[in-house]
């Protein structure tokens, strides 16, 4: 089955940094990458994802980048605001086999 | 929120007694999933289900069992509660990849 990392486990920048998350996947037939994001007592919410035929996405302040060959993608928050503040679950899968495995969480605060 | 409510919300119970949670979906989806959400474990499956009366385990299914005998409801049942399955539960649809979660069962077992 999928082994799924998720780097660093808490991150603190200050409000106007960038942030950036990454995932590690184990399996190489994955082709379906989201992020979701989850606010304190909240329910998780999707915020962005990427097919594998695109190596990067971009929606706003948010991004994701891919890279297939290494197994890895990556969330990247620019210009970082207080309500960036959450835990951030990457979930890589099989497009339309819809069973995500997600990573552990990256709790991420934003210092105003 | 696609139309998914959770029942109850929060619940204390002790251990050694059945619990029964409920997911309900107003939209028809045909994928049901529950997860339980601990610190430093993320969201993990328990089970999930593609259909009526279609159900399968996920990776921490163990001292759960489901069951989907209509579209709209998914329920998951704790036979015999234990303080391991303290936690908290989310229901979630899938639709076109996107999953969209319920708004979460808080379960105490004491």
């Known amino acids: 089955g999928e082994n799924v990392e998720q780097h660093p486990s808490t991150l603190s920048v200050q409000e106007g940094d960038s942030a950036v998350i990454k995932c590690t996947y184990s399996?190489?037939?994955?082709?379906?990458f989201p992020w979701y994001k989850q606010e304190l007592g909240k329910r998780p919410q999707l915020i962005i994802d990427i097919r594998s035929n695109v190596g990067e996405k971009k929606d706003q302040r948010i991004a994701v980048t891919l890279n297939k060959t290494a197994k890895h993608f990556s969330l990247h928050i620019t210009e970082t605001q207080p309500e960036d503040s959450a835990v951030y679950f990457c979930a890589p899968s099989m497009e339309y086999g819809n069973k995500l495995v997600f990573g552990a969480g990256t709790i991420l605060r934003v210092k105003s | 929120d696609a139309g998914i409510t959770q029942s109850p919300r929060h619940k204390v119970t002790e251990t050694g007694t059945p619990v029964t949670l409920r997911c309900h979906q107003t939209?028809?989806?045909?994928?049901m999933y529950w997860y339980r959400q601990d610190p430093g474990h993320g969201l993990r499956l328990i089970h999930y289900s593609y259909g009526v009366k279609d159900t399968d385990k996920g990776e921490v299914s163990d001292g759960y069992s489901v069951s989907r005998s209509k579209t709209e409801d998914f329920l998951l049942t704790l036979e015999s509660a234990t303080s391991s399955q303290t936690s908290v539960y989310f229901c979630?649809?899938?639709?076109?990849?996107?999953?969209?979660f319920g708004p979460g069962t808080r379960l105490t077992v004491l």
């Open positions: 979630a649809i899938s639709l076109n990849n996107e999953q969209f």
């Open positions: 939209e028809n989806h045909r994928y």
């Open positions: 399996d190489s037939a994955s082709n379906y």
